[in-house]
């Protein structure tokens, strides 16, 4: 079994920016996610079968969606899941239709997917006990050109995430 997710993965560039604008939003407790580990999850699949990738990683090349650009420019946090975040203020509609497309193919899969409406948004702490306030700051921008499957592996210092494929948006 491999712990994974569909995620929008930043580019280098676009990874130190949305690195410095979190180190400007003052975290007073948590713990801090580590800006290698920065990004934004468009569907989670959980625990997966490995005979289950292939279906996935099929599903994921036969999508056709246009590249968008996204602009992250405010911060918050949920005080239920205790992170900390940044996020778009406005979710193109690109975006939207890529998750739709990537939680139906996890339906025909047979794996359980999120039913919520989805909130965009890069976790930058977790496990906060105080309240942060929203904030917002000058545009990160972001030209989407891909989307990626990620395994998430648990290490005694939290999670690392790695990249195990990834697919151009067109």
Same mark, same amino acid.
């Given at each position: 079994? &491999?712990?994974?997710?569909? *995620?929008?993965?930043?580019? =280098? @560039?676009? #990874? *130190?920016?949305l690195a410095q604008q979190a180190r400007l939003i003052h975290v007073n407790t948590g713990r801090r996610v580590p800006p290698e580990n920065f990004h934004i999850t468009l569907v989670f699949l959980g625990n997966v079968e490995e005979q289950s990738i292939p279906v996935l990683t099929g599903a994921a090349e036969g999508l056709s969606i246009a590249g968008f650009p996204l602009q992250i420019n405010h911060g918050g946090w949920w005080k239920r899941a205790k992170v900390a975040w940044l996020a778009p203020a406005y /979710?193109? !509609?690109? $975006?939207?239709?890529?998750? #739709? +497309?990537?939680?139906? +193919? @996890?339906?025909l899969a047979g794996l359980p997917v =999120? !039913?919520? =409406?989805?909130?965009?948004? $890069? /976790?930058?702490a977790r496990k906060l006990t105080r309240p942060l306030k929203p904030c917002s700051f000058e545009p990160i921008h972001w030209d989407v050109r891909e989307f990626c499957?990620?395994?998430?592996? /648990?290490?005694? &210092? @939290? *999670?690392r995430y790695r990249v195990m494929q990834s697919w151009t948006l067109v």
């Open positions: 079994m &491999k712990r994974l997710f569909f *995620a929008l993965w930043p580019h =280098d @560039g676009v #990874r *130190a920016m /979710t193109p !509609e690109p $975006l939207l239709e890529l998750v #739709r +497309q990537l939680n139906h +193919q @996890g339906r =999120d !039913e919520r =409406d989805y909130n965009p948004h $890069l /976790t930058i499957l990620v395994e998430s592996v /648990t290490h005694e &210092k @939290g *999670a």
